[in-house]
């Protein structure tokens, strides 16, 4: 009986915490619908992204993508990565690119020259803010507390973007960060400076 009762405590536990992480957490399928859709766009756009200069001999990136419009990137945020590439997440789910700590209202700045492909609210991201460097490739800025730039805003690298916040159900002030080719989520830690 008593094996029996800490079943159902488990089973019962268990129910809340899926529900829980179903409630905060990210529907993988309407993020990659939501980029494939984006990137279309985009590319159907007839003004390119502004091109980033050749990239430095430092952390440059592997030898078999020398297409790619991203050179050796910066941190968009200056602070410690709490979770990595595969790393769990503080809601429970898998990360797919980086959670970096940060303070309340710090400055996120864009690792690569591009345009602004979408910033709003996304459920499990808060405030989004995601950038396209053409090629295919996407950045996303997730968690935020205000986004300073609006859709078809061109940036460089290295400026402004957003400010870090705990929007997205987060405990803790951090920035989530992603590095997505043609959808697919790519380590981050590949293509960042040494």
């Known amino acids: ?30 993020t990659v619908a939501l980029l494939e859709r984006l990137r279309r766009l985009m590319q159907q756009s007839a003004k390119p992204p502004p091109r980033p200069g050749k990239p430095g001999k430092p952390g ?7 297409k790619v419009p991203l050179g050796p990137l910066n941190l968009p945020l200056n602070g410690s990565v709490l979770a990595g590439f595969g790393g769990t997440m503080p809601d429970g789910h898998r990360s797919q690119g980086l959670l970096i700590a940060g303070s ?14 979408y910033a709003d609210w996304l ?13 295919g490739w996407m950045t996303l800025y997730a968690f935020n507390d205000s986004l300073l ?8 690298a290295g400026e402004a973007i957003s400010t870090g916040g705990s ?16 959808g697919q989520p790519q380590d981050p830690r590949t293509w960042l400076k040494r």
Do not use: M
């Not at 710090?106 to 492909?117: E, F």
């Not at 987060?170 to 920035?175: E, K, P, S, V």
């Open 1 to 30: 009986r008593e094996r029996g009762q800490k079943v159902s405590a488990l089973n019962a536990q268990f129910r809340d915490s899926d529900a829980r992480l179903k409630a905060l957490g990210r529907d993988e399928r309407s």
């Open 123 to 135: 459920k499990g991201y808060g405030l989004l803010l995601i950038l396209d460097h053409g090629g």
């Open 149 to 156: 730039k609006n859709v078809g805003d061109s940036v460089r």
């Open 60 to 66: 440059t990136p592997p030898a078999n993508d020398a």
């Open 167 to 182: 929007s997205g159900g987060q405990g803790r002030t951090a920035l989530y960060f992603e590095l997505r080719r043609n």
């Open 104 to 117: 309340a209202g710090a400055q996120v700045h864009a690792v690569a020259a591009g345009r602004v492909a």
